[in-house]
């Protein structure tokens, strides 16, 4: 636990503005946001949420949309016929099983169309300052090659994440973990020379004897 304690506070010295990358004002921004970020870079995202927002700013707006008019404002963010079918569906659900507000349990949000596991813990933690680390591809790699987890799937990583980390970090340690995805392990050519982990990494170590 001491070794990855002093892995977090390494990856807060390195990303100290580390936090969602997504633009949002309430859950349901939030939410509508997460989900077409799947394969989506978040500043895509960023650039499509204002006129969607603008033309269907809450769940009921939404609920009652045009799937052809929700398509084409998020066309660019790939996959939109089936991201729009579940923002669509998912607000339908919020209105017709919530009553109108994101749910702020992972259970309930697990219910709603295109939520899964990942989407769920970022919401809840992001949303309603729940603990839960959100296990995306960032996360997913990085951790395993911080030795943080050897699981061969992401609930399995969230689940060694939870015990490798205190719970009260866990919805930040998700920020930083992605932040030092994106900015320095990279997939395919990780940075390790301008690493400050190095010393604790399992990959470099393996990579460098
Ligand atoms: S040393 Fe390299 S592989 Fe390890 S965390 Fe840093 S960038 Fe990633």
């Known amino acids: 636990m001491e070794k990855n304690k002093e892995i977090i506070r390494l990856l807060n010295m390195a990303y100290p503005d580390a936090e969602t990358e997504l633009d949002f004002h ?3 921004e939030l939410l509508v946001a997460v989900i077409l970020s ?3 870079t978040d500043k895509r995202v960023n650039q499509v949420t ?4 603008s033309r269907y700013p809450d769940a009921y707006a939404l609920a009652q949309a045009e799937q052809s008019e929700v398509e084409r404002l998020i066309h660019s963010c790939g996959f939109f016929r089936n991201k729009a079918t579940n923002i669509i569906g998912a607000s339908q659900k919020i209105i017709s099983d919530f009553g109108g507000e994101v749910p702020s349990t992972v259970q309930d949000l697990m219910t709603l169309p295109g939520v899964g596991k990942k989407t769920a813990n970022v919401v809840y933690s992001v949303a309603f300052g ?3 680390i959100a296990v995306d591809t960032h996360v997913y790699r990085v951790s395993r090659r911080l030795g943080l987890s050897k699981g061969n799937t992401p609930l399995k990583v969230e689940e060694d994440l939870n015990r490798a980390i205190p719970k009260e970090l866990w919805g ?3 920020h930083l973990l992605i932040f030092h995805g994106r900015r ?3 997939s ?3 940075d390790c020379e301008n690493c400050n982990l190095k010393e604790y990494c399992v990959y470099y170590g393996e990579n460098n004897e």
């Open 26 to 28: 309430n859950p349901y």
């Open 38 to 40: 799947a394969q989506c």
């Open 130 to 132: 729940g603990d839960a």
């Open 50 to 53: 204002p006129a969607l927002f």
């Open 188 to 190: 395919r050519k990780p």
């Open 184 to 186: 320095t392990c990279h």
């Open 172 to 174: 930040h340690a998700h």
